[in-house]
């Protein structure tokens, strides 16, 4: 499974942007897909989660101005982020998790996009 994330910008504070992550390859849709971020110095972060079944949670800086979803269609999972605040900036990780026959967790990383949120 191959990640590419596009989407990220210079935004100012109260903005929105949508972050996308087109993956190629077998098993996106069985797969659960996550969004983290990683400020600078600051350890990578989860921002939401989304199962094969549509199920997904946030983190808790982000509840409530985040949503993440899916086009299985497509290949896709979105991030549509509101409200954004100078702390949201940082570099944004497409992820995906995916279950071999043997029951190992196979992860997936995309190469990031950066959001920057100017005050």
């Known amino acids: 499974v191959q990640l590419v994330e596009s989407g990220g910008d210079l935004v100012q504070a109260g903005g929105s942007l949508r972050l996308s992550c087109a993956a190629s390859?077998?098993?996106?849709?069985?797969?659960?897909m996550g969004w983290y971020r990683q400020a600078p110095g600051k350890q990578r972060v989860l921002v939401a989660l989304i199962t094969s079944g549509g199920s997904t949670t946030y983190g808790d800086s982000v509840k409530g101005r985040f949503t993440i979803s899916r086009d299985n269609a497509k290949n896709t999972v979105y991030l549509q982020m509101n409200s954004l605040k100078p702390e949201d900036t940082a570099v944004y990780y497409c992820?995906?998790?995916?279950?071999?026959?043997?029951?190992?967790?196979?992860?997936?990383w995309g190469q990031g996009t950066q959001v920057t949120v100017s005050s």
């Open positions: 992820a995906a998790y995916i279950t071999d026959t043997t029951n190992r967790v196979l992860s997936y």
């Open positions: 390859g077998r098993g996106f849709s069985v797969a659960t």
